[in-house]
Structures are given as structure tokens and as C-alpha cells.
């Protein structure tokens, strides 16, 4: 399947670029407003868009609210129920309303809790998604492309809204002379996420799309996996028990990246390659003649991290990084 964007003919392209949001809510509407800002032709979030905690906040008999947050149990009044729901939603986690029966029943049955977290997942994501066309003028198209840490309900919200194209596995032309394929699959971590498979596995995936491609010269690779050994994939070296290795005073850091993904960019050369989910690692390089880049992520502060990526025929004209 093919997406056509109608570029400005003979005109440079803009693109921003950014990714690892992780349920921040506040790091997506920076990222809306800086596309707006921008004059973009395309936003393109990659991978990793939801967050992973639920935080339930409980209605007690006496009318104030308990919540369990950043290692210790806070209780409010109703008159601060806002600004508590803001606070746990500013670090990418979930806020649940709910009352003492439910919370009760969610501690005894783990599958209350799933179903719940899904449910506040999908719809928290499609209230991101309906900013859109508040946010960003109607000739700027976004694409996101859900991560490794992603649920395949978020395919479904993705799919089904009007405002947004699912990049996974599609090629789409971002003007007429650039396509842009993505893939939010990445390499074994030791997190045991969704989208997680064998090199060789993921190096057949990765053909596959790049099969659809028209023109590799000029293609953007979009792959949540950076390269293996590129700069742009170093995180901790982790223990058995998944602490940070330190040696020396300083945390140890090991090369995390795809082989599969570092394989196709050396094998085919694309115009230039997006990356991400290692979120220490911001940074741009070339492999051969490909740019690639890593904007980093820093969800957790409420800090955008971005690449403003200008670009005409084969000649990348602006390569700058955004933060804000």
C-alpha cells in the first residue's frame, strides 16, 4: 500500500521527527505544536507512543482521593484532583478514577487490571490523536508508527482515525522524488516487549517492506531499532537483575542495536535512516552515504526532543536538532 503527500514541487521538504514518547501527553502536544511552528510537510512519530503504568487514584467514603505515585501514597482533596491527574499524566503513566469496590476487585484479579490498562491506553491515545487537526494546519500529515513497547491495540485506535496514517510496514511517499517506509519491530531486549523478534526474523521483515520501495536511493528508512555499533544504540550494560553495571564511578554502556537494521542500511544505502527506542543515545551519524539519527527521548521531564530534517532531491540541507 501506497500513501501519496502532494510535496511543494521544486521546493525543499521539511520534516519533523521525533519518537519514544511514552504516554506523555504533554512531549506529544509540544511535538503538534512545533510541527505547526514549523511549517512541516510531514510529523513523524516513531515508535513507542503509550505509557506503562497505570496509577489508580481512589474515591474514598470521606471524599478525598489516594493514589500510589513515585514510590509513595499521596491523598488529596477534590479541589486537587486535577492537578494530581496532571502530575501523574506528566511523567507518561495512566491515571484511573475509580472507587474502593473496583480498586478492590483490580488487587485480586490481574485481569481486571489488563483490561482497565487497555482501555485507558486506547483511549487516552485516540484523545491524542483527536488534537491533530486542532494542532497542526491540514497540510502538514502526520504518521506515527507504533514501538517495540506499543500493544496491538494501538494499531487498532491508530487505524481507525482519520487524522493519522500507521507507517508499519507501508510505503509512503513523502514528496515525489522520497518514500518512507517503517518499522516499529526491534531486535530482543531484555524487557520482553511486544514487538520483539530474532535478527533473522526482523532481517526478513525489514526486506520485505524495503520490496515495496521504488526508489531505495532516495528512501527513508523509519526502524524504531537503530543500528548495531552505530553510536546511536548505547545504553547501561545491565546485571542479571537488570540493575546498571557500574565500573569505576561510571555506568558501563554495551551497544544495543539492530544487526538486521545496520545489515539493510549498509546493504541498500537509503537517503537517510530514523531511529530511536534507545533513548540515551540522541544523535546523528552516517553509515556510508546514509544519515542517520537517534533523537533521544527524555518523556519523563516533558522534554521534546526532535530532528528538523530539510531536505531537496538527494541533498540534505538542515539536519537540526529540536528541544524544547
Known amino acids: 500500500m501506497s500513501f501519496l503527500f502532494k510535496g511543494k514541487k521544486g521546493a525543499e521538504t521539511r520534516i519533523l521527527f521525533a519518537t519514544d514518547m511514552h504516554g506523555s501527553e504533554g512531549v506529544w502536544r509540544k511535538f503538534l505544536n512545533a510541527s505547526a511552528m514549523l511549517k512541516v510537510d510531514v510529523a513523524i512519530c516513531g515508535g513507542d507512543l503509550t505509557g506503562k503504568m497505570l496509577v489508580p487514584v481512589v474515591k474514598h467514603k470521606d471524599g478525598k482521593y489516594s493514589y500510589y505515585h513515585l514510590k509513595r501514597t499521596h491523598v488529596v482533596d477534590e479541589s486537587e484532583i486535577e492537578n494530581a491527574l496532571k502530575e501523574v499524566r506528566g511523567i507518561g503513566y495512566y491515571p484511573y478514577l475509580t472507587d474502593e469496590s473496583e480498586y478492590e476487585d483490580m488487587v485480586k484479579n490481574p485481569k481486571k487490571v489488563d483490561e482497565v490498562f487497555h482501555k485507558v491506553m486506547a483511549s487516552t491515545l485516540k484523545s491524542w490523536l483527536d488534537l491533530i487537526p486542532q494542532k497542526v494546519p491540514s497540510e502538514t500529515r502526520v504518521v506515527v508508527c507504533p514501538g517495540n513497547d506499543d500493544r496491538p491495540v494501538v494499531d487498532e485506535v491508530v487505524n481507525s482515525h482519520k487524522h493519522v496514517i500507521n507507517g508499519e510496514g507501508k510505503v509512503i511517499e513523502i514528496d515525489g522524488s522520497h518514500e518512507m517506509v517503517s518499522c516499529g519491530w526491534v531486535n530482543p531486549s531484555p524487557w520482553k516487549t511486544s514487538r520483539e523478534e530474532e535478527e533473522e526474523k526482523l532481517e526478513e521483515r525489514l526486506e520485505k517492506y524495503i520490496s515495496q520501495i521504488k526508489n531505495v536511493d532516495n528512501a527513508i528508512f523509519n526502524f524504531h531499532a537503530p543500528p548495531y555499533q552505530s553510536k546511536l544504540d548505547e545504553a547501561p550494560l545491565l546485571d542479571k537483575n537488570l540493575n546498571p553495571v557500574i565500573q569505576s564511578g561510571s555506568v558501563v554502556m554495551v551497544p544495543v542495536g539492530s544487526k538486521a537494521v545496520r545489515k539493510m542500511i549498509e546493504k541498500y544505502q537509503p537517503f537517510l535512516g530514523l531511529h530511536g527506542h534507545i533513548h540515551e543515545a540522541a544523535g546523528s551519524m552516517k553509515i556510508g ?27 540534505i540541507t538542515r539536519l537540526q536538532r529540536i528541544e524544547g
Open 289 to 315: 552515504r546514509t544519515y542517520c539519527v537517534n533523537p533521544g527521548s527524555e518523556y519523563a521531564e516533558g522534554i521534546l526532543r526532535a530532528f528538523l530534517i530539510e531536505f531537496k532531491g538527494n541533498k
